[in-house]
């Protein structure tokens, strides 16, 4: 990796949060506050308006009605994609799919005339390292699997040095011990560069394996949020169930 960069994560506020699609209410005044440098881990049920929150995080979606507070300014500013450095890490992974894995990667350096030619191709080196994906630099995401695109947007986020950095399931296709390693990956960047770590997920293992805290996101509302131990502990059916969720592999179980 590069040498660590002299970075802040930066601090996340969200407050009464709504945002409907038609006549469906997806989010129906969501708070948080995401502390700088921590890994805040977002889970909830398919549908619960996860995707959608984390668009209206980096500016993609705009609300009905609340704000968003980074360091706490507004994103609505005008400055404000000047003065931070964020990414989202796309559900999708997101890549064009005329340019090779290498130059998706060095897109935004590239487009914005940031480094020399050479260095970028070394910096994309560098973050393909890091993902394990270097063999792929000259591949057309056509080629990839679905958990090699998911590597493949997580380095092309690392590029910019982000101060806040926004995944979307970022383990969803990828085998245990690939998961694994985002996983460690994740920890490793609060590690180095202290960077602000939304994570929007599914894997249990992954949301306590990497949380400072964990929110709980049911039908657009955020039901709790705590330290992965407070969350376990939480004495509601609905969370318990969700965090437990299980095959029935005993006919007699009555656990769901
Ligand atoms: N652009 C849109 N237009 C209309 N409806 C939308 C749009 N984006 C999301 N929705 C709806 O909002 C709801 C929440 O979607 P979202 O993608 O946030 O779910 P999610 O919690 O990320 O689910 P999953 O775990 O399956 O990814 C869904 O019912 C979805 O159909
Ligand atoms: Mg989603």
Redesign the pocket.
């Known amino acids: 990796m590069n040498p660590p960069v002299n970075n802040t994560g930066v601090s996340l506020q969200v407050r009464g949060l709504r945002k409907s699609?038609?006549g469906?209410e997806?989010l129906r005044g969501v708070d948080l506050d995401v502390r700088p440098g921590e890994i805040f881990v977002i889970m909830?049920?398919?549908?619960?308006?996860?995707?959608?929150?984390l668009k209206h995080l980096i500016g993609l979606?705009s609300p009905d009605a609340g704000e968003i507070l980074i360091n706490g300014e507004s994103i609505e500013s005008a400055d404000i994609a000047a003065k931070y450095r964020m990414a989202l890490v796309f559900?999708s992974g997101a890549l064009l799919n005329s340019l090779t894995v290498g130059e998706n990667v060095g897109l935004y350096l590239t487009e914005h005339r940031l480094k020399s030619p050479a260095e970028i191709e070394r910096i994309v080196a560098e973050q393909l390292e890091t993902v394990g994906l270097a063999e792929a630099v000259n591949k057309m995401p056509a080629e990839l699997s679905g958990g090699m695109k998911k590597r493949a947007a997580i380095a092309r986020a690392l590029v910019i040095d982000p101060q806040l950095i926004l995944y979307?399931?970022p383990t969803s296709e990828l085998d245990p011990l690939s998961a694994v390693v985002i996983g460690d990956e994740i920890l490793e960047l609060k590690r180095k560069i202290h960077v602000t770590s939304v994570v929007?997920s599914?894997d249990r293992d992954l949301a306590f394996g990497v949380a400072d805290r964990i929110a709980i996101?049911h039908e657009g509302r955020i039901l709790t949020v705590g330290t992965p131990d407070e969350v376990k502990r939480f004495n509601d059916p609905l969370i318990q169930r969700f965090l437990h969720a299980d095959f029935k592999r005993d006919p007699q179980s009555k656990t769901l």
């Open positions: 699609f038609g469906q997806v909830g049920p398919s549908g619960s308006g996860k995707s959608v929150l979606e559900q979307d399931e929007v599914h996101i």
